[in-house]
């Protein structure tokens, strides 16, 4: 079954070594849902920054010069030399032709950008370092428990979770209202640094409570389960981190985590599911069918009565 689509595939070999590779969307006068594959090797720099396009009608691959990626991604030329780790890309709902984009840095060093995708010019720049590499880097909308308002796709209302190899993972909280990555908005993942340094993220709604749950994977083979706890009362730094997160469960697996997956309908039954990658190989977990009926039945029953 793979071997026609194997066929079919392009291959493009790099000619850098690649520390990073993520996809996200682009707006050019070719076509207006473009593919970019951007990767980050070697240096943080814009010669070191590559972009990869695929134009959806033909499927042509091929990497970018280094004008036509300053052209489609500004952000890039404001990223200092070093080492790119890792890269998180958003396109808020509400405003499609916007888009948010974060680099985390060997040296510490990350940054956050708002990009207008039309104009090709920087609306947003936000920049923090800590004293050790960062590991992973997640862009995800706020709960509604932070400022009582509901959830929404504005572009003003993200949040950032930085974990870093040798410190513990933090949130920075409606990082774009408050204009800021700093300490006055900074929520501390407790015992994070408990359990070896954290290799890698996953944000999602994980226990179907419409609130999105923190998952980090460790070397020290350990996932760490986070959620959002309001009404911390003096323990808030400010009015945007109105609660903290706590950690409500954690669980061994085989071998040093690598990789998180962000939740994924893998089976097509309309449940997320979440795959870890470990250096003994691939593993899904999945909720149990019947404690998913369970909770099923209960809402449905609470929207009878």
């Known amino acids: 079954m793979l071997d026609p689509l194997s066929t079919e595939c392009k291959q493009t070999p790099p000619t850098f070594p690649s520390f990073a590779n993520m996809f996200t969307h682009v707006l050019s006068t070719l076509a207006c849902d473009q593919h970019v594959k951007g990767g980050s090797g070697g240096s943080g720099s814009v010669s070191n920054s590559h972009g990869t396009h695929n134009e959806s009608v033909d499927s042509v691959y091929g990497e970018l010069s280094l004008t036509s990626s300053l052209n489609l991604f500004p952000e890039l030329a404001h ?52 004293d050790s590499a960062i590991t992973s880097v997640r862009l995800f909308t706020p709960c509604p428990g932070l400022t ?52 890698c993220a996953s944000v999602g709604d994980f226990d179907f409570d419409g609130i999105p ?46 990789c998180l997956s962000p939740p994924l309908d893998i089976v097509g039954d309309g449940v997320k599911s979440l795959v870890i990658l470990t250096s003994r190989g691939l593993h899904v977990y999945r909720h149990k069918v019947d404690s998913v009926l369970d909770l099923l039945k209960k809402r449905l029953s609470h929207c009878v009565d």
């Not at 994977?217 to 997160?245: C, H, I, M």
Request: one cysteine or more; charged letters at 20%.
């Open 79 to 130: 990223i200092p030399r070093t080492t790119i780790l890792y890269m998180d890309f958003m396109l808020p709902t509400s405003t499609p032709s916007v888009r948010l984009s974060a680099f985390g840095g060997q040296d510490g060093w990350f940054g956050v950008y708002r990009t207008d995708m039309k104009q090709g010019v920087l609306l947003q720049k936000l920049e923090f370092s800590h």
């Open 213 to 258: 749950e923190l998952i980090l994977g460790t070397f020290g083979q350990t996932l760490l389960f986070y959620r959002w706890k309001p009404d911390a009362g003096d323990n808030a730094v400010s009015e945007s981190t109105k609660g903290s997160y706590e950690l409500v469960a954690q669980r061994s697996v085989i071998g040093p985590v690598h």
């Open 148 to 199: 009582g308002d509901p959830c929404s796709n504005d572009t003003d209302r993200w949040d950032l979770l930085v974990c870093s190899a040798f410190e513990a993972a933090v949130v920075y909280s409606d990082i774009f209202r408050n204009d800021c990555l700093g300490l006055s908005n900074q929520l501390v993942l407790p015992h994070s640094t408990e359990y070896d340094h954290v290799n």
